[in-house]
């Protein structure tokens, strides 16, 4: 007899800034379409390791505040990557705080509070994955045009979110440490029109401070600090050419923006410098008013420190340990007491 069941989760409450996000929508760019996906993917693995699905399964993006949801069909198994300390309301009245970095498998009645996040963004993931239909090979919302996740749109209260199968609701939960990031500059290769820059604001770029403003969403980041002086005026525009995330443009006014998961796919500002592969995911953790510096590598470092990153998140990964559901509990609330609790990308 097949004991496979499927999950549907209703939203109570949507919380703010939330979204269903996967790997991407890859291949479209010569089309105009974005790639979208998750801010930062290491972190949304994490999420999914914890409760046994594939790297390329769709999670719940949480960015500010966490939504609160009711499970209508269980039992779902689910875990949150990130610094949260969400609540669980059980049908039968009894509370149970499930913090992050532990799964926790709910039945039918129960509700999942996930509460703020401490940090810069977190991911919530669903056994089996978040089952929405696929738009040109992917889940992930794009709000800007409509496409993914739930209409194209973030969660509104009175959604259903369909889960994926839990094969095994016998097999213990699972439970890992943080995901940690070492604190160092942002590692860049400069281009391909730093040469549009004075050398003076070549050196400015990588030897000052920059600051996250509010005005940053999963297109871009918009930066304050030193402003980077073009060479010429006519050198603060170029003719649009192809940009992808990780790129950073300087307008006219010398402030640096770097672009993101939901960024365009052409841009007319010169591009001083682009994040390498290995920390664009960290962006995801700044919040308005931390800092960044950046740090200039050749594309050998930029390879190695790719290489090296997945390494690490393999050995992460192969650190879960599967335990009894009290445990876990026990476990996950000791590591949230720790005030080094945090999660982002190497």
Known sequence: ??????????????????????????????MGITVSGSLDPLLAHCANALVGNGNEAACIEIRVLGPVLRIKHGPVRVAIAGHMTPKVRRADGRQDA?????????????????GTVKGGIA?????????????????STYQRALIGGLGGRLLAKGDLIPGGALADRQQGERTAVAWTSPDEPVRVMLGPQDGHFTPDAVQDFLGTDYTVTAQTDRMGMRLEGKALVHRTPACADIVSDGVTPGAIQVPGNGQPIILLADCQTVGGYPKIATVISADLPRLAQLKPGQTLRFRAVGAGEAKAALLEREARWRAWRDGIQTVAPATAAATAATTDDDEDFYCAAV
């Open 1 to 30: 007899m097949n004991n496979v069941t499927h999950g549907l989760l209703e939203v109570l409450n949507p919380g703010l800034g939330n979204g269903i996000q996967d790997d991407g929508r890859l291949g479209y760019r010569h």
């Open 123 to 139: 991911y919530l993931a669903v056994s089996g994955g978040i089952a929405t239909p696929p738009q040109l090979g992917s889940r």
């Open 98 to 114: 499930v913090p992050a970095w532990a799964s926790v498998t709910l039945e039918a009645g129960d509700e999942l509070e996930t």
